[in-house]
């Protein structure tokens, strides 16, 4: 059987990811972090009992700014692939913890590719690296095109880039680069602007909420269906060679688009229910992102299926969904993916 270990088991790919692995047979490990709350609610479903004989699914602490922790951990857990997906992942909020952003989202990734080499295991290593990397550098973007971070997230992106490519050229390791474009899904937090988007049509089409409050509605971006985008990640993972790849729609949709589409399909009139909040804005905005997969496509048969406006119109059915049942935001989905939906009192 083989073993992965996930960090940021408990985010968006996370979870999607260790559904993926699960299916394919994997025993999956996920590093989580000590909270004063329950972080776990988009893995309950897959949780099983440590005891169960057929549990396939071990969770343990950790952080990845706690390089130790990380050496024990994978000493012990010895797994054939290693996922890095933790960061501190929100753009705007980078802006106000730049420090612990890099030390995240930066030399997380190092910590955690150090403690691979320390712990003497040979494994095959992911880094979850982001077209925000590109920036400034104008469309269409693809493994050649120049980095050019507009934010200190971008930063610490290229950073844990440069050390994942400088750890398989020094040490030869299998360590390879996932540079994804935005992808989206019912599980997307919901601070990021297509989940606040669509979240926000859901209760304004139930009477709950008038208004949301929005920045920059001309930037645009490239926004990709995240289950699809964990099968790349583990599609980089089985190639011969450690290599990296961009994946991408090559789609060209607005904020404002986005906004456009959500609404109509709800058939809410965006112009009455959308204001302005400069609280929004970036120090600096990345205008356009549009990325260029066809190296996914012809190396690894890697080729997305669902476009931008299929994916609004999924995240507002979600959404519309899951208020039916308040306070159990993944049950539909879960439903809709499925997988049982344990404690449930349908
Ligand atoms: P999420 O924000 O949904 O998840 C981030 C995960 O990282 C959570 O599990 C979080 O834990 C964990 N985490 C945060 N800080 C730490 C830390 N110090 N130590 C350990 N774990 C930590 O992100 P996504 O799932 O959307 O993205 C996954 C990765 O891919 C991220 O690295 C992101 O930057 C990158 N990426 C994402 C893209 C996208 O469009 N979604 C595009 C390109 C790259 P907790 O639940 O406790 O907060
Ligand atoms: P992004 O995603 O910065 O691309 O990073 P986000 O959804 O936060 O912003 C996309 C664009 O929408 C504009 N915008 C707003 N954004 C938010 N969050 N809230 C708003 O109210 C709002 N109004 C307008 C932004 O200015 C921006 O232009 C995501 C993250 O998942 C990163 O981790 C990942 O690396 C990149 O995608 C690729």
């Known amino acids: 059987m083989r073993r992965a270990l996930i960090t940021g088991i408990t985010g968006q790919d996370g979870s999607y990811l260790a559904e993926l692995l699960l299916g394919k047979g994997y025993e999956v490990h996920g590093l989580i972090r000590r909270a004063s709350t329950f972080n776990t609610s988009r893995i309950d479903h897959l949780y ?156 304004i089409q139930a009477g709950l909420d008038d208004y949301v409050y929005m920045g920059n509605l001309d930037a645009v971006r490239d926004w990709g269906y995240a289950p699809e985008y964990v099968e790349g990640m583990w599609r980089m993972l089985q190639a011969d060679e450690p290599d990296d790849f961009v994946l991408a729609t090559g789609g060209n949709f607005t904020v404002r688009d986005f906004v456009v589409t959500a609404f109509e399909h709800a058939g809410l009139d965006w112009e009455k229910h959308v204001r302005f909040d400069e609280r929004y804005l970036r120090p600096t905005e990345v205008d356009a992102l549009i990325g260029d997969a066809s190296k996914a496509e012809r190396v690894l048969g890697w080729k997305p299926v669902v476009q931008t406006d299929e994916l609004a119109r999924i995240m507002v059915d979600a959404d519309i969904e899951s208020l039916k049942h308040a306070g159990r935001p993944w049950i539909d989905q879960c439903r809709l993916d499925g997988w049982p939906v344990l404690g449930s009192a349908e």
């Not at 797994?79 to 890099?102: I, K, M, W």
Request: proline share 7%.
């Open 48 to 203: 099983q009992d440590p005891h169960d004989p057929e549990a396939r699914l071990f969770l343990h602490y950790g952080d990845l700014s706690d390089g130790a922790r990380l050496v024990t951990l994978l000493h012990e857990i010895q797994p054939d692939e290693v996922y890095n997906l933790a960061a501190q992942s929100h753009v705007r909020v980078s802006f106000d913890e730049p420090e612990h952003t890099g030390d995240t989202t930066g030399l997380g990734a190092m910590r955690l590719l150090e403690a691979v080499r320390m712990a003497g295991i040979e494994c095959r290593y992911y880094q979850a690296s982001s077209s925000e990397m590109f920036g400034a550098t104008p469309p269409p973007q693809n493994e050649e095109t120049p980095f050019y971070p507009r934010s200190p997230y971008g930063a610490a992106k290229v950073y844990a880039y440069w050390v994942t490519r400088n750890y398989r050229e020094g040490y030869g390791m299998y360590a390879v680069n996932g540079i994804l474009f935005n992808h989206e899904s019912p599980r997307r937090g919901e601070t990021f602007v297509t989940r606040k988007v669509t979240r926000a049509v859901a209760r």
